[in-house]
């Protein structure tokens, strides 16, 4: 059965505290992992697809890399802006494309 | 690019009415459009899956005749939810891919049923 795990679940940092938040995943064939950011009462917002083992991408503070099992998104130098729930999810083979997420961690950065 | 809207951003009704949200791919054709639902601290749960011009498939456990979608074009598609009941309320988010098949989620609908 495909599976996600986030972890931790929660997460609290100082300012400028670098930390990895964990994403493992078994999926029979992955299409893409994705890494999207929550705010409260929002909806998620995208912000990295990785396709293959090896992949690394950067967004400002934030750098997401891939392994055949799990994926890490490191935050360099967070700032409290920066605290909000982060979503992992595995896209399948198939025709559906549908997504299958993880629980997500819930970050809080402290000034 | 890859702007998704959803309209009402917030919507109360009465118990046993029914309520349409639309959700828009503003700036891209969605090839396909999906609808979760998400309680409070929780993570997504998808409801259903739909493609243009075809009927929506849904999630196991989704009643079809309560959680209506219709995908009439490209950029628009529309849950309705039927004969709402409070435990209806939720936060609804639909998502659209395009051509990268990459999902964009609009911002959420909150829906209350009193």
């Known amino acids: 059965e495909d599976q996600v795990t986030q972890s931790p679940e929660a997460l609290r940092l100082q300012e400028g505290e670098s930390s990895s938040l964990n994403c493992s995943y078994t999926v029979s064939g992955l299409r893409g992992l994705f890494w999207y950011r929550q705010d409260p009462g929002k909806g998620p917002e995208f912000l990295f697809t990785?396709?293959?083992a090896g992949e690394e991408k950067e967004k400002e503070r934030l750098k997401a890399t891939l392994t055949k099992k799990e994926s890490f998104l490191h935050i360099t130098a967070p700032k409290p802006e920066d605290s909000a729930t982060y979503l992992c999810a595995v896209q399948a083979p198939g025709s559906s494309y549908k997504l299958i997420f993880g629980s997500g961690t819930r970050l809080l950065v402290r000034p | 690019g890859a702007v998704v809207s959803q309209h009402p951003s917030r919507v109360i009704c009465k118990s046993g009415t029914s309520v349409k949200i639309e959700c828009r791919s503003l700036d891209f054709q969605a090839t396909t459009m999906f609808w979760y639902r998400q309680f409070p601290k929780q993570s997504l749960m998808l409801m259903a899956t739909s493609n243009e011009g075809s009927k929506a498939t849904y999630e196991q456990g989704v009643e079809k005749d309560k959680f209506l979608i219709n995908h009439a074009s490209l950029t628009l598609s529309t849950l309705t939810v039927t004969s709402a009941h409070p435990e209806d309320s939720s936060f609804y988010i639909c998502?659209?891919?395009?051509?990268?098949?990459?999902?964009?989620f609009g911002p959420g609908t909150r829906l209350t049923v009193t």
């Open positions: 990785l396709y293959s």
């Open positions: 998502s659209a891919t395009g051509s990268n098949y990459e999902q964009y």
